[in-house]
């Protein structure tokens, strides 16, 4: 069973960048279909991207496409998520999941394995 951790939230002004990691303890990441996903106060979790286990198919929300992109790192056993051109609206609580299957669901219910979330706040 494997344990996604986060790390490298933070406060950015609009406009800026910010770079996310997600770590696996306990495990490796290597045959699990993995994803970003956000929660602002008072909204219900929702994707950002979504990769399958082996890198080859990634879904962006169309929110997010232009600005984000997710890489997967083998050799450290971790996914990024680089975070540029930020707006106030992408502050959010942001999760790394883990989960498995051969259809990589873009739904929070889909992933099995959740890290504890790390803060991003972006100001105006």
């Known amino acids: 069973q494997v344990q996604p951790v986060e790390s490298g939230g933070g406060l950015v002004q609009a406009g800026g960048s910010l770079r996310l990691s997600c770590a696996a303890a306990?495990?490796?990441?290597?045959?699990?279909?993995l994803g970003w996903f956000r929660q602002a106060p008072g909204n219900e979790r929702e994707f950002v991207v979504v990769?399958?286990?082996?890198?080859?198919?990634?879904t962006y929300a169309d929110s997010v496409k232009g600005r984000f992109t997710v890489s997967r790192d083998r050799a450290k056993n971790t996914m990024n998520l680089q975070m540029d051109n930020l707006k106030p609206e992408d502050t959010a609580v942001y999760y790394c999941?883990?989960?498995?299957?051969?259809?990589?669901?873009?739904?929070?219910?889909?992933?099995?394995?959740w890290g504890q979330g790390t803060q991003v706040t972006v100001s105006s």
């Open positions: 999941a883990a989960g498995v299957g051969f259809v990589v669901p873009t739904t929070a219910s889909g992933f099995a394995y």
């Open positions: 306990g495990g490796t990441f290597g045959s699990y279909n």
């Open positions: 990769m399958d286990y082996s890198g080859s198919r990634t």
